[in-house]
């Protein structure tokens, strides 16, 4: 059984670029969550995806997207991309949307110059 | 709207000693709380959820909704307690989280 792994682990990217982040979830498991981290703070919910469709979202713009695959791996996008965007993601993948624990990976540090 | 307080960003104490890390919560609903921990270079980890009432590592925590807190407990703290200490929410039971600031605790030699 492999865990949560994402990638890449660091990247740094210009102000105004678009980035994509990738998650693969557990083995099983067909929910997976974004997160962001900024420094010193604790992870802020971004959106939810279960079995390929969002299933809820936090306070983030529409710049922000994401995409689960049949494989239940995912990716988030983050488009025209600002200095506050600098941060860690991390994403969570667990069983069912309410069942279970989740099990986080362990993030992507992303930087935005 | 959802929301959790952990008061201390820092907490020293040493070995041996009790602690407890506070967390506070708003929320108007049915809430399940959760103690997430992590340790240093690893990932974030479950440490307990309050549905389950168990105790993990020496550790405790009661929903107390009278005062809307769920605060973490150990009688005898040791160093390998050392770590990052989140408080989460989730609500509708969906595994959505919403995280306090979280507190490092040190458990001092």
């Known amino acids: 059984e492999t865990g949560v792994t994402q990638s890449p682990t660091h990247l740094i990217k210009t102000r105004g670029q678009q980035v994509t982040l990738r998650c693969s979830s557990q083995?099983?498991?067909?929910?997976v969550s974004w997160y962001q981290q900024a420094l010193g703070q604790g992870p802020q919910f971004i959106f939810q995806?279960?079995?390929?469709?969002?299933?809820g979202r936090g306070n983030f713009p529409p710049r922000f997207s994401g995409l689960q695959f049949p494989n239940y791996s995912s990716e988030l996008n983050v488009n025209a991309l600002e200095l506050d965007d600098s941060a860690l993601y991390l994403c969570a993948s667990s069983l069912g949307r309410g069942q279970g624990e989740a099990f986080f990976g362990q993030g992507t540090r992303l930087t935005v110059v | 709207a959802q929301r959790v307080t952990q008061p201390e960003k820092l907490l020293s104490v040493f070995k041996g000693a009790p602690v407890e890390l506070k967390c506070n919560y708003s929320?108007?609903?049915?809430?399940?709380l959760f103690w997430y921990v992590q340790y240093s270079r690893q990932r974030l980890q479950l440490l307990l959820r309050?549905?389950s009432r168990e105790s993990i590592k020496g550790f405790t925590a009661d929903l107390n909704k009278g005062e809307t807190s769920f605060h973490l407990k150990k009688p005898f703290a040791q160093e390998e307690d050392s770590a990052m200490y989140y408080c989460a929410l989730s609500v509708n039971n969906f595994n959505k989280f919403y995280f306090g600031s979280g507190t490092k605790l040190n458990v001092k030699p």
């Open positions: 083995s099983g498991h067909n929910t």
């Open positions: 995806y279960y079995r390929e469709e969002e299933n």
């Open positions: 309050h549905i």
């Open positions: 929320y108007s609903g049915s809430p399940e």
